[in-house]
């Protein structure tokens, strides 16, 4: 049986058609030159007319670009595609959280979630960088999940563009718009996916595109030491780090990277990140876990090992996933922790349980709705 499968299946995979919204300036103006679009000397100018079309109108429709001759637009469609993923699913909050889960391709699928109002006027969406994840952090659920495969630049830009589509902000005034940041605090490890990483913070920042800038767009990861330095040169991102622990041996276990590069390695790579400032500080991430990293002492000594980082301390509630190990640290346990930090100078927000409702928080994202589906599939049949 599986013979006669392989002899119909075709020995390489076919590639897939490339998305114009996965493109830097740059490479769209090779892009256009390579099919036949352009000449080497027009290729600006048609990058910028079809930059327009994709980045700044968010058009999924060659013949809508009304400045481009006809057959150029056929060519364009010949070579290149525009559409979006498919929403396999969205749910919003009744605190205005949307969550969507997007399929990229079968079996490669992913959560976004817009969290409205982070504070002074801001909404931050929470993009993801990889299908699942080759870390292992023992409270995290994305952890317990294989990596499927890294996001492509497309695929990250796309999670911005289908917010914009559904918040309606593509001719917004940049002032009065909800989708203000980003943040890489979705599924997967961006510093493992940094060349996706990197040319998606190209693509959005684009001040005649998406327009986010560069100082809006924060990227959060668990510590890939020889990858900070990188991060900060190509992206200019602000950098958020999961320290989650004040001593190896604790921080050894929730967040495993920690053996291959341990706390004093990650805070000399983070003393030495690019344009790290009172005005551009460091965001540490802090989960409360009940009884394991929680005490008043614990506190202090977080306080004494970032002494001399511009920092931001962020204290997140751990949330709980079917079968996870943890529970979260008491609202008291946490406020002391916190008073402690804010004592020594530190504002630490404590993050504000956000779209629970529909478990858009972090940590809890993919599997619930794998599940969920699961369950209505169940439920489906049975009834059938
Ligand atoms: N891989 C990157 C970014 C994605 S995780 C990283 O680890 O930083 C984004 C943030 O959510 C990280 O700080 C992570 O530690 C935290 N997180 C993961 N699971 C969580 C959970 N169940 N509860 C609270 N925070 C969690
Ligand atoms: Fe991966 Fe981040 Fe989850 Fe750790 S916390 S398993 S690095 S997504």
């Known amino acids: 049986m599986s013979v006669t499968l392989d002899l119909v299946r075709p020995k390489t995979p076919v590639a897939a058609p490339v998305n114009l919204s996965g493109l830097t300036r740059a490479q769209l103006s090779s892009a256009l030159i390579d099919v036949g679009v352009a000449t080497p000397a027009q290729a600006r ?52 959280t949307i969550k969507w889960l997007l399929r990229f391709a079968p079996g490669v699928e992913a959560e976004t979630v817009f969290i409205p109002e982070v504070g002074g006027g801001t909404g931050a969406l929470c993009v993801s960088s990889q299908v699942g994840c080759t870390l292992n952090c023992t409270f995290c659920h994305t952890g317990t999940q294989a990596l499927v495969r890294n996001l492509t630049a497309a695929e990250i830009v796309a999670q911005v563009q289908i917010a914009r589509d559904d918040l309606g902000e593509w001719h917004g005034e940049r002032g009065a718009r909800k989708l203000t940041n980003v943040v890489f605090m979705g599924m997967g490890e961006p510093l493992y996916n940094l060349d996706g990483v990197a040319d998606a913070l190209d693509i959005f920042s684009d001040d005649q595109g998406i327009a986010i800038s560069r100082r809006r767009v924060t990227v959060s990861t668990s510590g890939v030491v020889p990858k900070l330095n990188e991060l900060g040169e190509r992206t200019g991102a602000m950098l958020a780090i999961s320290l989650h622990a004040v001593t190896d041996e604790l921080r ?84 002391t922790f916190a008073d402690i930090v804010n004592a020594a100078g530190y504002a630490s927000p404590i993050r504000k349980p956000r779209g629970r409702d529909i478990l858009a928080a972090c940590g809890q994202l993919k599997s619930q709705s794998e599940k969920t589906r699961a369950s209505k599939r169940r439920a489906g049949s049975a009834t059938a």
């Open 45 to 96: 100018m048609r990058a910028g007319q079809v930059w327009g079309w994709v980045q700044h109108h968010g058009v999924t429709d060659f013949t809508a670009m009304s400045n481009i001759a006809r057959d150029t637009r056929a060519a364009l469609a010949d070579h290149f595609v525009l559409d979006r993923p498919q929403i396999v699913e969205r749910q919003q909050s009744a605190d205005g």
């Open 252 to 335: 050894d276990e929730l967040v495993p990277i920690n053996k291959a590069y341990p706390i004093a390695q990650l805070l000399d790579a983070i003393r030495a990140y690019p344009g790290l400032s009172n005005a551009r500080r460091v965001t540490f991430e802090y989960v409360m876990l009940k009884g394991v990293n929680d005490s008043p002492a614990e506190a202090r000594a977080l306080v004494k090992l970032l002494a001399g980082i511009p920092a931001k301390i962020n204290l997140i509630p751990f949330n709980p996933w079917p079968g996870s190990p943890y529970a979260c640290s008491s609202g008291n346990v946490i406020h």
